[in-house]
């Protein structure tokens, strides 16, 4: 089995940055494409960002684009989303999840966190 722990979110203003990290155990994810979601109140969860197994393939989607970054560390097992430029728009809780794939993709997801608050305010 394998355990997501989200943490780092919080409250920043507008066009500020921030950072969220997962922490990956459990040991059954020797090969994972690891990837970011979000859920806003009212709204159905959306993809944000995925990276493969060897972090040499990312995809994000267009509305984090040039302004989200993913990344990991496999020594660490852990995965990151460096936040810049942040808008009221991308306030949410953000999901980890992993893939028993190492190809990164917008969804088949097999392992979820719990969440981590991003809040930007106006």
């Known amino acids: 089995q394998v355990q997501l722990v989200e943490s780092g979110g919080g409250l920043v203003q507008a066009g500020g940055s921030l950072r969220v990290s997962c922490a990956v155990s459990g040991g059954a994810c020797s090969s994972c494409a690891m990837g970011w979601f979000r859920q806003a109140p009212g709204k159905e969860r959306e993809f944000v960002a995925a990276?493969?197994?060897?972090?040499?393939?990312?995809i994000y989607a267009n509305s984090v684009k040039g302004r989200f970054t993913i990344s990991r560390d496999n020594a660490k097992n852990t995965v990151n989303l460096q936040m810049n430029s942040l808008k009221p728009e991308d306030t949410a809780l953000y999901y980890c999840?992993?893939?028993?794939?190492?190809?990164?993709?917008?969804?088949?997801?097999?392992?979820w966190g719990q969440g981590t608050q991003v809040t930007v305010s106006s």
């Open positions: 990276i493969s197994w060897r972090g040499g393939g990312t």
């Open positions: 999840a992993a893939r028993k794939n190492p190809v990164p993709s917008m969804a088949g997801y097999d392992y």
